[in-house]
């Protein structure tokens, strides 16, 4: 009878557990959009990479990029290194001065951990006009330092259009920009965030190959 009972639990068991699984919710929630019509960084540099047809994570530097050093060392340990793999993403900071000395110490730190994939980390410099457009631009809650610089990071996506979350830990707060000085942000705010927003615009319209590209391994 023991034995019975046992396979019964052997079988039932696995079962139980796959029916529990797929009743459950997918872990999707479609981002809302806080801004359309970003003005795109094509605008100032031609040449240069554009917002649309990418998801972007988009950062503001300023005049003193080492000041930020260690929000760019939270952001590529915790999103960048999770998404550099998909081939429409792409990191964006926004810098000023042509011969700002500091960006470059500042890219040659980041190469050493960021991986073979840092190439999709683009360093663009603008002026502090281009810079204050492109940020008002943007649904901000803050103004840009006195160094043209922000702690906050900001989901831009294939469409030109600034996203974000409402109702932020069901306190009604909109949530439009991530604290890069916070690790607890960058990881369930930011990064799940960023994420849903590649699963609504690539995952659910691509297949695997296009999403990885060339970087697929």
Do not use: H
């Amino acid at each position: 009878m023991k034995k019975k009972i046992i396979l019964i639990l052997l079988f039932i068991g696995p079962l139980g557990f796959f029916i529990f699984l797929s009743l459950g919710d997918v872990n999707f929630k479609p981002c809302e959009v806080f801004q359309e019509n970003v003005l795109e960084v094509a605008t100032f540099k031609k040449d240069t990479t554009s917002f649309k047809d990418n998801i972007n994570v988009i950062t503001f530097l300023g005049t003193k990029p080492t000041l930020k050093e260690t929000q760019l060392f939270n952001i590529n340990e915790v999103v960048f290194k999770k998404l550099d793999k998909y081939k429409k993403f792409q990191m964006i900071s926004f810098y000023i001065g042509e011969n700002n000395t500091e960006i470059k110490d500042i890219q040659e730190k980041l190469s050493k951990t960021a991986g073979d994939k840092f190439y999709k980390w683009k360093f663009i410099c603008l002026d502090s006009l281009e810079t204050t457009k492109l940020y008002q631009s943007l649904k901000t809650n803050s103004a840009l330092d006195s160094n043209l610089a922000s702690n906050q990071a900001f989901i831009i996506d294939k469409k030109n259009s600034q996203r974000g979350r409402t109702d932020d830990d069901k306190i009604g707060e909109d949530v439009f920009a991530y604290d890069m000085s916070s690790v607890n942000d960058m990881k369930n705010k930011l990064l799940t965030d960023t994420e849903n927003v590649f699963y609504e615009q690539e995952v659910s319209t691509t297949s695997r190959k296009e999403r990885l590209g060339k970087d697929e391994k």
